[in-house]
């Protein structure tokens, strides 16, 4: 158990939909991380927010926006959901000190 | 940050080492090489990292050559349950330590 919290674990929905995916990071841990891991683009970094504010910004897509609340969970919102949005999508947080992440079990969302 | 390259997968008997090499050639000098794995569509699972000197830790070795240029991760005693996709990431520091950037990996797998 990596103490990073996901939710949903699965999720079905068709194009066009929205979606929120949560996470909450491990205690004491001021950052978040979000990935996407599809099968074509393989791991990739998305967003990353430190205290509430966004720090870091990979390929995310226009359709995608996230952010952190004050107790620290993160929400991913997901909007005009694509057939190519299908993929799993993970959260992580980190100690600063060693660098090291630690991710959740991942939310994976299937678009029809 | 810098490219790794990796085999594309790996064979290893059980209770045998798992060496898993990885070329990083253009690695400078404040960047760190970290080894993830991930067992099949799990959150990524954080293993060691190093800078220059050899680690050790109660998971694996990471042995690093001189030039920095290439590393070694070592699974002393390999199980079933070391198979799995193993990441070699080379980063800076930074409060964005967490922004990592994931190859293809090397796909390890563990026989009976």
């Known amino acids: 158990d990596s103490g990073v919290t996901q939710t949903p674990k699965h999720l079905i929905t068709a194009t066009g939909q929205r979606v929120t995916l949560r996470c909450s990071p491990r205690?004491?841990?001021?950052?978040v991380y979000w990935y996407q891991q599809s099968l074509d683009q393989g791991l990739q970094f998305l967003i990353q927010y430190y205290n509430g504010e966004e720090r870091a910004k990979g390929n995310i897509l226009e359709r995608f926006s996230a952010q952190q609340f004050p107790d620290l969970h993160s929400e991913l919102n997901l909007s005009s959901l694509e057939l190519g949005d299908s993929a799993l999508y993970f959260c992580?947080?980190?100690?600063?000190?060693?660098?090291?992440?630690?991710f959740g079990e991942g939310s994976r969302l299937t678009v029809l | 940050d810098a490219k790794t390259t990796q085999p594309t997968s790996m064979d290893c008997a059980e209770g045998r080492a798992a060496n898993l090499p990885c070329n990083h050639s253009t690695i400078s000098g404040n960047e760190y090489v970290y080894w993830y794995r991930q067992i099949h569509s799990q959150g990524p699972q954080y293993i060691i990292h190093?800078?220059?000197n050899n680690e050790t830790n109660e998971m694996a070795s990471l042995i690093i050559t001189e030039d920095r240029k290439s590393s070694t991760l070592i699974l002393p005693h390999a199980t079933l349950r070391d198979t799995a996709v193993y990441y070699c990431?080379?980063?800076?520091?930074?409060?964005?330590?967490?922004?990592?950037?994931f190859g293809q990996g090397t796909i390890l797998t563990v026989h009976p």
């Open positions: 205690s004491g841990d001021l950052s």
């Open positions: 190093g800078l220059k």
């Open positions: 990431i080379v980063r800076g520091g930074g409060t964005s330590y967490g922004k990592l950037t």
């Open positions: 992580a947080s980190g100690e600063a000190g060693t660098g090291e992440l630690f």
